[in-house]
């Protein structure tokens, strides 16, 4: 896939496995599928960052924790638990929203994306999600952060005309899976958020690096400003298991060098070493790439490659002296294991 660009037929898939493994899951907002809740959150994160909206939501939820309580308030008291949050439309529209909602349906949010679109303050990406994240409806969203993750993903312009703006909804309408819309909706909003961010992105915890035009692109990398003195080594780490027993192979590193003397799944320099070494130890049933881990050590960044491979039952080597050998899971987490692959293996 390597130089092709990425495969639009297999980027939801992709992730969704990435939201899976690596998003943002104990958002308070997270937490049901409330739509109330929801919107709140949506309203508050336009224009703001989590973390500040992180110290508001609750007191505004405690304050008026339902829609019924929102509609019933008087505007200055929504503006006063706003304080502070800034663009003081959005409160505004706020109040006349929830008054909408009791007045026109009962005080139960809409389910359609058109029908939420058509409340005060709610334009059609915030109506998608609600409609994604509270009724399973399939719609896409395309807020600012969208935009610039389609935009680089996909070699797309992000513009305010009538084409560009077509032209990006057509995308992220064609990109949208057939199942898992509300992990897929949140892996668009935290890849966003945290990794493909407006001014340097992460492009190293990606799982789109390998194939990202943005990442391929030879006059951007020429623009591109000098890299900072740190290294970079990417690292293929084999977690060669055992189907018929829970054991996992470790290895002992060297007294010198990147986390000396800890035990360690083996580490490679590319996969067909790591691939030798597990036919070595006992042939191979299956393979899992998983997603990269960037681990920042002082001096050096370490892009991990966690290989899981499975081997043939019963046809496993023999630990290797006090150097290397089967671990069941419980033991090799009571190890002096590096603190990514310590991570990499509670996870499982
Ligand atoms: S590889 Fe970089 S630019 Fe491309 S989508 Fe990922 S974070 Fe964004």
């Given at each position: 896939m390597t130089g092709r660009g990425i495969d639009p037929a297999s980027f939801a898939a992709r992730l969704v496995r990435w939201?899976?493994?690596?998003?943002?899951?104990?958002?308070?907002?997270?937490?049901?599928?409330?739509?109330?809740?929801?919107?709140?959150?949506?309203?508050?994160?336009?224009?703001?960052?989590?973390?500040?909206?992180?110290?508001?939501?609750?007191?505004?939820?405690?304050?008026?924790?339902?829609?019924?309580?929102?509609?019933?308030?008087?505007?200055?008291?929504?503006?006063?638990?706003?304080?502070g949050l800034g663009y003081y439309r959005r409160a505004r529209n706020l109040h006349a929203c929830a008054r909408q909602v009791c007045l026109l349906h009962g005080g139960h949010f809409p389910r359609t994306r058109q029908e939420l679109e058509a409340l005060a303050g709610i334009g059609r990406s915030t109506a998608a999600a609600i409609a994604v994240f509270c009724f399973e409806q399939r719609e896409a969203i395309l807020d600012a952060n969208v935009q610039r993750v389609l935009g680089r993903a996909f070699g797309l312009r992000p513009g305010s005309d009538a084409a560009s703006r077509k032209a990006m909804w057509d995308c992220a309408e064609s990109l949208l899976p057939r199942q898992d819309l509300?992990?897929?909706?949140?892996?668009?909003?935290?890849?966003?958020?945290?990794?493909?961010?407006?001014?340097?992105?992460?492009?190293?915890?990606c799982p789109f690096a390998a194939d990202c035009p943005r990442e391929l692109d030879p006059v951007r990398a020429a623009r591109a400003p000098a890299p900072a003195a740190r290294r970079s080594l990417p690292w293929v780490l084999l977690w060669a298991r055992d189907p018929a027993r829970p054991a996992i192979w470790l290895q002992r590193r060297d007294a010198h060098g990147i986390w000396p003397g800890l035990w360690c799944l083996p580490q490679h320099d590319?996969?067909?070493?790591?691939?030798?070494?597990?036919?070595?130890?006992?042939?191979?049933?299956?393979?899992?790439?998983?997603?990269?881990v960037l681990h920042r050590l002082?001096?050096?960044?370490?892009?991990?490659?966690?290989?899981?491979?499975?081997?043939?039952?019963?046809?496993?080597?023999?630990?290797?002296?006090?150097?290397?050998?089967?671990?069941?899971?419980?033991?090799?987490l009571r190890l002096g294991l590096p603190a990514p692959v310590r991570k990499l293996l509670q996870r499982a």
């Open positions: 939201q899976r493994d690596q998003g943002r899951h104990d958002l308070p907002w997270q937490q049901g599928r409330d739509p109330y809740r929801v919107w709140v959150s949506e309203i508050m994160l336009q224009q703001t960052r989590v973390d500040t909206v992180l110290r508001y939501y609750p007191r505004f939820l405690q304050r008026f924790p339902d829609v019924r309580a929102l509609a019933a308030a008087a505007l200055d008291e929504v503006l006063e638990q706003w304080s509300p992990a897929y909706t949140q892996g668009l909003m935290d890849l966003g958020a945290t990794v493909c961010k407006p001014t340097r992105p992460d492009c190293l915890l590319d996969e067909s070493r790591a691939l030798a070494q597990a036919r070595a130890l006992g042939g191979v049933l299956h393979c899992v790439r998983h997603d990269p002082t001096h050096v960044d370490l892009l991990l490659h966690p290989m899981e491979v499975v081997l043939r039952p019963h046809a496993l080597a023999a630990d290797a002296g006090d150097g290397a050998g089967w671990f069941d899971p419980a033991r090799a």
